[in-house]
């Protein structure tokens, strides 16, 4: 009975935070909001997008080609005769998931790593940080590119990528945060009494590492959007006939005084999602850092 309280206690106390920083970001960062809104839109599109477009992403109509837009086609067509539209919303799953899959992995590889890193020290903290420096000392545009030469276009390699040049990043944050934690009295005391290493990271250190890390995620998801986008347009990314915003870009511009649609288009989605990712990561830096919060 004891622990059944425990368990609600803890919802309820989770509940609370979770309203109260809905609360906090109403009322102070209202663009924050609005940037929750418009992102959480992109992502009902990109679940319900063949509900929302009667075509196929991948459909071909060399009779509709280059078509401007018109009632029958909001955005117009494509060289292939495709419905922009519909690619675009297509396109936003590619993009949706090659920003929040990727970067959670480097959340959880990074997060892993710095936290051990910096609890442990000595020769394990060498190591692994002069490993995060050598991933680091690369732009992480020209790192991405090689492994992605190295393994070959295609989604799976992209995730891949992404997670090799984002957890480095992530661990230097997280190391930092636990090196200043462990000093805290509350540390001493469980390891003077007895807790474990793995109980006292999981339990005391990372719940406090916790609103980093969420800032941190919202912040890194437009970095993980602009790299796939990059990769794509290079050819090195998704490959035909699958929709990709960065792949809209890169055909796009092979017409762009003759059918300027098929680049603007999906220019004006990355700048959108990418902006209001920001945006909301601005917020929740504010909100959950009790600095800012204080100003």
């Given at each position: 009975?004891?622990?059944?309280?425990?368990?609600?206690?803890?919802s309820s106390?989770a509940n609370e935070?979770s309203?109260?920083?809905?609360?906090?970001?109403s009322?102070?960062?209202?663009l924050?909001?609005?940037s929750?809104?418009?992102?959480?839109?992109?992502?009902?599109?990109?679940?319900f997008?063949?509900v929302?477009?009667p075509y196929d992403?991948?459909?071909i109509s060399?009779?509709d080609?280059?078509?401007?837009?018109?009632?029958e086609h909001l955005l117009?067509?494509?060289?292939?005769?495709?419905d922009v539209?519909?690619?675009?919303l297509?396109?936003s799953?590619?993009?949706?998931?090659?920003?929040?899959?990727?970067?959670?992995?480097s959340?959880v590889?990074?997060?892993l790593v710095?936290?051990?890193?910096g609890?442990f020290g000595?020769?394990?903290d060498?190591v692994?940080?002069r490993v995060a420096?050598i991933v680091?000392?690369?732009p992480?545009?020209?790192l991405a590119m090689?492994?992605?030469?190295?393994?070959g276009g295609?989604?799976?390699?992209v995730?891949?990528?992404?997670v090799?040049?984002g957890?480095?990043?992530?661990?230097?944050v997280?190391?930092?945060?636990t090196?200043r934690l462990?000093?805290?009295?509350y540390i001493e005391?469980?390891r003077i009494?007895?807790?474990?290493r793995?109980?006292i990271?999981?339990r005391?250190?990372?719940?406090?590492?916790?609103?980093?890390i969420?800032v941190?995620f919202?912040?890194?998801?437009?970095?993980s959007i602009?790299?796939?986008?990059s990769?794509?347009?290079?050819?090195?990314?998704?490959?035909?006939p699958s929709?990709?915003?960065g792949?809209m870009?890169?055909?796009g511009?092979?017409?762009?005084y003759?059918?300027?649609w098929l680049?603007f288009?999906?220019?004006?989605?990355i700048m959108i999602?990418v902006?209001?990712?920001n945006?909301?990561?601005?917020?929740l830096?504010?909100?959950l850092?009790?600095h800012?919060?204080?100003?």
């Amino acid at each position: 009975m004891a622990e059944d309280e425990r368990e609600l206690v803890a919802s309820s106390n989770a509940n609370e935070r979770s309203s109260s920083l809905l609360r906090r970001l109403s009322k102070d960062h209202k663009l924050s909001v609005a940037s929750l809104v418009v992102i959480l839109l992109f992502a009902l599109a990109a679940v319900f997008a063949p509900v929302l477009t009667p075509y196929d992403y991948d459909a071909i109509s060399l009779s509709d080609r280059l078509a401007p837009p018109s009632f029958e086609h909001l955005l117009g067509t494509d060289e292939g005769g495709r419905d922009v539209l519909t690619r675009l919303l297509y396109g936003s799953r590619v993009s949706l998931m090659v920003g929040i899959v990727p970067t959670m992995l480097s959340m959880v590889v990074g997060t892993l790593v710095g936290m051990t890193s910096g609890f442990f020290g000595g020769k394990v903290d060498t190591v692994v940080m002069r490993v995060a420096d050598i991933v680091m000392s690369f732009p992480s545009m020209l790192l991405a590119m090689v492994v992605m030469y190295t393994l070959g276009g295609g989604t799976a390699n992209v995730f891949l990528t992404m997670v090799c040049v984002g957890w480095a990043g992530v661990a230097r944050v997280v190391r930092a945060e636990t090196l200043r934690l462990k000093q805290n009295e509350y540390i001493e005391a469980a390891r003077i009494v007895g807790v474990r290493r793995l109980r006292i990271m999981l339990r005391h250190i990372l719940p406090n590492c916790l609103p980093t890390i969420v800032v941190l995620f919202t912040l890194e998801i437009p970095s993980s959007i602009l790299t796939e986008s990059s990769l794509s347009f290079l050819g090195m990314g998704v490959q035909p006939p699958s929709a990709s915003w960065g792949l809209m870009v890169s055909t796009g511009r092979e017409f762009l005084y003759h059918a300027p649609w098929l680049c603007f288009v999906p220019c004006v989605a990355i700048m959108i999602i990418v902006l209001a990712f920001n945006y909301l990561g601005d917020g929740l830096r504010d909100v959950l850092d009790p600095h800012l919060r204080g100003r």
